[in-house]
């Protein structure tokens, strides 16, 4: 159906964004959540979760790669990644890129986003999803966490919705102790903890819980369009210090070894030093060190 409407995103009751549509792509109701993916006329394909921008052609690149590279850059031997939500497979791609993981397991509770994100935003995840080292399990991340074994991963990934409806449960003090007991001793996580200027709570609050389970909490940012608000912030929560600080030198060293140099279009081993460093209108938001 081609149509020259507009669609209003609903994250904010008072402000917000819309997006002229020119084609209609797909529209699900699954048991999870409203799914519509459309022809934007401005950031190519979009897809909307109960009517929250999730991703966008345009822009996805600066979101993946910082929820992805800077991890496993920061952790320098990441093997094994956990990877929560991310059902568009933008996450899984860039993770695969790292040659040294050698298993990454995504676990996405609506299989109609994967289903539908394959279909219709095919170039997000790419052969991501034929790759052996990948294994895709539909369900709800708290399950996977809570049976999960000991020291079985070295970065998590949560790439999930806000923590309203079915992502809630992923920002809760059951999840993350699950998350630090899954981790190695020099495993972290992040996870997307919204627009402060819009959303402080989510950051505030899920920042102090991550801190009942890991001695080394923080935050990073990065500049993302269709994320309306200013800066989003990527929760960042360790084992070992000194993750959120390691020398650009040494970054670029690990990107060029892992073959990450040259190849992202947001991501650069200065960014990646330079995300740590916030304004104070959000580290405000963050557990006094
Ligand atoms: N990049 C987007 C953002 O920052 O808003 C999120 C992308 S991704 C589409 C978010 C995914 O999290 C959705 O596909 C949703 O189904 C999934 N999700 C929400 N709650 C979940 C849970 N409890 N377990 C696993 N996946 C979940």
């Not at 369009?225 to 200013?230: K, L, M, R, W």
């Given at each position: 159906m081609t149509t020259d409407s507009w669609v209003n995103e609903t994250l904010y009751d008072a402000w917000g964004q819309r997006f002229l549509v020119r084609r209609e792509l797909a529209r699900v109701r699954s048991p999870f959540q409203d799914i519509m993916i459309f022809e934007s006329a401005t950031h190519g394909r979009v897809m909307l979760l109960d009517g929250v921008v999730q991703i966008t052609e345009r822009d996805e690149f600066v979101y993946q790669e910082m929820l992805t590279h800077v991890p496993l850059l920061a952790h320098g031997e990441a093997r094994r990644v956990l990877i929560i939500g991310a059902g568009d497979g933008g996450v899984l791609r860039r993770v695969l890129m790292?040659?040294?993981?050698e298993r990454a397991v995504m676990v996405e509770i609506d299989g109609e986003v994967i289903r539908l994100c394959r279909e219709h935003?095919?170039?997000?995840?790419g052969d991501a999803w034929n790759d052996p080292r990948a294994e895709v399990i539909v369900g709800d991340g708290i399950d996977y966490v809570r049976l999960g074994g000991p020291a079985s991963f070295d970065v998590i990934i949560v790439d999930s919705?806000?923590?309203?409806?079915?992502?809630?449960?992923?920002?809760t003090d059951e999840f993350y102790a699950s998350a630090a007991r899954l981790l190695s001793a020099g495993g972290l996580i992040v996870n997307q903890c919204g627009?402060?200027?819009?959303?402080a709570d989510e950051l505030r609050q899920t920042s102090a819980r991550r801190a009942r389970h890991f001695p080394y909490v923080g935050a990073y940012v990065a500049a993302v369009?269709?994320?309306?608000?200013?800066f989003m912030t990527l929760g960042f929560a360790a084992k070992q210090p000194g993750l959120d600080a390691i020398p650009r030198a040494t970054i670029e060293a690990r990107a060029r070894a892992g073959g990450i140099?040259?190849?992202?279009r947001y991501w650069t081993p200065a960014l990646h030093e330079a995300?740590?460093?916030?304004p104070p209108y959000i580290a405000e938001q963050l557990p006094s060190t």
């Open positions: 790292h040659g040294d993981v935003l095919p170039a997000i995840g919705t806000d923590p309203i409806g079915v992502g809630e449960v992923l920002f627009v402060p200027f819009m959303q369009p269709t994320y309306v608000g200013g140099l040259g190849r992202t995300a740590f460093w916030l």
